[in-house]
C-alpha cells in the first residue's frame, strides 16, 4: 500500500493512508484509536513480535500481562515510535504511523511512561511536567502553566511542585512519570509496569488515578506484573509470550486459558484476583507477582 502524504505532514512520517475500518473485537467499538496490522520486530534470534496484529479503541482500557522477555515493552516501543518494525503496518486515528519517530506520534497524541521513571532530577516537578506540557502538549505560556498545575492536581502531586524530582519516593516517581506522559495531552496513554515495586496500598492509589484518567475518555494499555492492580481495574487483559499475543478478552476468561496458565508456571490463576480488593487486603500473588518481587 503506497504511503501519500498529506499537506502539513511532509518529514513527519505520518502518512495519509486511511487504517482499514477495523472494529475491536467484542466491543463494538469500531473504528480502532490504535491499530497494528501484522508487524513484525526481531532482534537477531530473539523474535518480540511475531506478525502481531492488535486494535484498540477510544477510552478503552487494556491491560497487558506476560513472562519477562515477552515482548510487551518492545511493543510499546512499536507504537510509540522508539522502535522501527520490520514489517506491518501501524495506524493511529485513521493514519499511518508506521515511519513516523516518537516525536511525532507524542503530537498525534501517543504518551507512554517508561518503566524505570527518569525525570530531570535537579527540576522540580512542577518543571518536569511543564518541560512535557510545552514539549509534547504544545502548549505555551499561562497556558502551559495552567496545564501544568491541573495534571499536578490530577495525578496527586500539588504538595510536591516545589521538590526537586531527585528526592521524590518511588511512589511519587511514579506519578511523577504518568503525570509527565498525560501533560502531553494524549488520546492513547501507555503505562508500563507502573505498579512496579510499590506496596499493596500504594498500588490501589496508582490504580485510582489510572481509573480516573479512563474515566475521562482516554485510551489506556497498562502493562503490568502486579496481576491484581490490572484485574481490578482493566475491561479487556492481553497476555504476551514471544512476541505472539496468546490471550485476548475479559481478564477472567483470558486468566483461565491454558495456554496462559502454562506462561504463569502453572500458578492458579484464577477469577479471584478480580474480586480481590486491593485497598482492604492483599490479593493472591501471581508466579508473575513473586518474580517481580
Same mark, same amino acid.
Given at each position: 500500500?503506497?504511503?501519500?502524504?498529506?499537506?502539513?505532514?511532509?518529514?513527519?512520517?505520518?502518512?495519509?493512508?486511511?487504517?482499514?475500518?477495523?472494529?475491536?473485537?467484542?466491543?463494538?467499538?469500531?473504528?480502532?484509536?490504535?491499530?497494528?496490522?501484522? +508487524?513484525? @520486530?526481531? =532482534? *537477531?534470534?530473539?523474535? &518480540?513480535?511475531? !506478525?502481531?496484529?492488535? #486494535? /484498540?479503541?477510544?477510552?478503552?482500557?487494556?491491560?497487558?500481562?506476560?513472562?519477562?522477555?515477552?515482548?510487551?515493552?518492545?511493543?510499546?516501543?512499536?507504537?510509540?515510535?522508539?522502535?522501527?518494525?520490520?514489517?506491518?503496518?501501524?495506524?493511529?486515528?485513521?493514519?499511518?504511523?508506521?515511519?513516523?519517530?516518537?516525536?511525532?506520534?507524542?503530537?498525534?497524541?501517543?504518551?507512554?511512561?517508561?518503566? +524505570?521513571? @527518569?525525570? =530531570? *532530577?535537579?527540576?522540580? &516537578?512542577?518543571? !518536569?511536567?511543564?518541560? #512535557? /506540557?510545552?514539549?509534547?502538549?504544545?502548549?505555551?505560556?499561562?497556558?502551559?502553566?495552567?496545564?501544568?498545575?491541573?495534571?499536578?492536581?490530577?495525578?496527586?502531586?500539588?504538595?510536591?511542585?516545589?521538590?526537586?524530582?531527585?528526592?521524590?519516593?518511588?511512589?511519587?516517581?511514579?506519578?511523577?512519570?504518568?503525570?509527565?506522559?498525560?501533560?502531553?495531552?494524549?488520546?492513547?496513554?501507555?503505562?508500563?509496569?507502573?505498579?512496579?515495586?510499590?506496596?499493596?496500598?500504594?498500588?490501589?492509589?496508582?490504580?485510582?488515578? /489510572?481509573?480516573?484518567?479512563?474515566?475521562?475518555?482516554?485510551?489506556?494499555?497498562?502493562?503490568?506484573?502486579?496481576?491484581?492492580?490490572?484485574?481490578?481495574?482493566?475491561?479487556?487483559?492481553?497476555?504476551?509470550?514471544?512476541?505472539?499475543?496468546?490471550?485476548?478478552?475479559?481478564?477472567?476468561?483470558?486468566?483461565?486459558?491454558?495456554?496462559?496458565?502454562?506462561?504463569?508456571?502453572?500458578?492458579?490463576?484464577?477469577?479471584?484476583?478480580?474480586?480481590?480488593?486491593?485497598?482492604?487486603?492483599?490479593?493472591?500473588?501471581?508466579?508473575?507477582?513473586?518474580?517481580?518481587?
Amino acid at each position: 500500500m503506497p504511503d501519500s502524504v498529506t499537506a502539513g505532514q511532509a518529514g513527519t512520517g505520518v502518512t495519509g493512508v486511511v487504517a482499514p475500518a477495523t472494529g475491536v473485537a467484542g466491543t463494538g467499538v469500531s473504528p480502532a484509536l490504535l491499530e497494528l496490522d501484522a +508487524v513484525c @520486530k526481531s =532482534f *537477531g534470534k530473539v523474535v &518480540v513480535a511475531d !506478525n502481531l496484529s492488535l #486494535a /484498540v479503541g477510544e477510552a478503552e482500557l487494556v491491560g497487558i500481562v506476560g513472562p519477562n522477555g515477552a515482548g510487551k515493552s518492545s511493543l510499546f516501543g512499536l507504537i510509540a515510535g522508539d522502535l522501527a518494525p520490520s514489517s506491518g503496518h501501524i495506524f493511529f486515528a485513521g493514519k499511518g504511523v508506521t515511519k513516523a519517530d516518537a516525536a511525532a506520534r507524542c503530537r498525534l497524541g501517543i504518551g507512554r511512561t517508561f518503566q +524505570v521513571p @527518569k525525570p =530531570f *532530577g535537579a527540576m522540580t &516537578v512542577f518543571e !518536569n511536567v511543564l518541560v #512535557a /506540557v510545552q514539549q509534547g502538549g504544545g502548549l505555551r505560556g499561562r497556558a502551559s502553566y495552567a496545564a501544568a498545575v491541573e495534571v499536578l492536581e490530577r495525578t496527586g502531586l500539588a504538595a510536591d511542585v516545589n521538590l526537586p524530582a531527585e528526592r521524590l519516593g518511588l511512589l511519587s516517581r511514579k506519578r511523577l512519570e504518568v503525570a509527565r506522559a498525560l501533560a502531553t495531552r494524549p488520546r492513547l496513554l501507555l503505562l508500563d509496569e507502573v505498579a512496579g515495586g510499590l506496596t499493596d496500598p500504594e498500588v490501589a492509589q496508582l490504580a485510582d488515578i /489510572v481509573r480516573a484518567i479512563s474515566a475521562e475518555g482516554i485510551a489506556i494499555i497498562w502493562i503490568e506484573h502486579v496481576v491484581h492492580a490490572l484485574t481490578a481495574t482493566v475491561s479487556r487483559l492481553l497476555c504476551l509470550s514471544g512476541g505472539l499475543i496468546i490471550g485476548d478478552g475479559e481478564p477472567e476468561t483470558v486468566l483461565a486459558m491454558p495456554a496462559v496458565r502454562e506462561v504463569f508456571l502453572g500458578t492458579e490463576v484464577t477469577a479471584e484476583l478480580r474480586a480481590a480488593d486491593p485497598v482492604t487486603g492483599p490479593a493472591p500473588a501471581s508466579a508473575a507477582d513473586r518474580e517481580q518481587a
